[in-house]
Antibody, heavy 122, light 106 residues
Framework: QVQLVQSGADVRKPGASVKVSCRSS????????IHWVRQAPGQGLDWMGI????????SYAQKFQGRVTMTSDTSTSTVYMELSSLRSEDTAVYYC???????????????WGQGTMVTVSS | DIQMTQSPSTLSASVGDRVTITCRAS??????LAWYQQKPGKAPKLLIY???SLESGVPSRFSGSGSGTEFTLTISSLQPDDFATYYC????????FGQGTKVEIK
């Protein structure tokens, strides 16, 4: 069964950075885009950005520009999302999700990771 | 940016009811719209893509319709497993979700 498996929960202090991983299995990692979506407690879904695992090209939502970096490691079929200059408002569950077959961007998200809770607290 | 507005925000219904959720886009998105179901503590699950295509494995009581700026998700006969929050998502230009509709027990 196709899966995206994310790293475990993390607690960070304000001003620090966090790096969340998302490992894919049972499909060709380099074939599909990967997206990152976050969800603050009790809130809706917020799209953060997209990465092409082959070559690592990215596009980020404007609200995260300058603070988010998405990377990929094809040798381990893993993508990473790093968010810097953390503040309390970044406390959320972070999800990775599979998008379209490259280069088709017009696709919904058919496979999701289990989510990673990131807590920002002093 | 394309804004997505769902209504209602909360819906109270009983098992067996026909339920309809509406999603409006601030500009035309053709049929590039998906619907997701999310239960507490779980990742969203894709139900409908391209406005009206049923994702594999999703029960046929779920259906989607619309194009342009107006879309609906219909559950023909609400089942106990369907009490959850539903999100629409446009993927015409970047990706953006509606604010969600919580379907709760009446």
């Amino acid at each position: 069964q196709v899966q995206l498996v994310q790293s475990g929960a993390d607690v960070r202090k304000p001003g620090a950075s966090v790096k969340v991983s998302c490992r894919s299995s049972r499909y060709t990692f380099t074939t599909y885009y990967i997206h990152w979506v976050r969800q603050a407690p009790g809130q809706g879904l917020d799209w953060m950005g997209i990465i092409n695992p082959t070559g690592g090209s990215t596009s980020y939502a404007q609200k995260f520009q300058g603070r988010v970096t998405m990377t990929s490691d094809t040798s381990t079929s893993t993508v990473y999302m790093e968010l810097s200059s953390l503040r309390s408002e970044d406390t959320a569950v972070y999800y990775c999700a599979r998008g379209g077959i490259i280069p088709n961007l017009h696709e919904a998200f058919d496979v999701w990771g289990q989510g990673t809770m990131v807590t920002v607290s002093s | 940016d394309i804004q997505m507005t769902q209504s209602p925000s909360t819906l109270s219904a009983s098992v067996g009811d026909r339920v309809t959720i509406t999603c409006r886009a601030s500009q035309s998105i053709s049929s590039w719209l998906a619907w997701y179901q999310q239960k507490p503590g779980k990742a969203p699950k894709l139900l409908i893509y391209k406005a009206s295509s049923l994702e594999s494995g999703v029960p046929s009581r779920f259906s989607g319709s619309g194009s342009g700026t107006e879309f609906t998700l219909t559950i023909s006969s609400l089942q106990p497993d369907d009490f959850a929050t539903y999100y629409c998502q446009q993927y015409n230009s970047y990706w953006r979700f509606g604010q969600g509709t919580k379907v709760e027990i009446k």
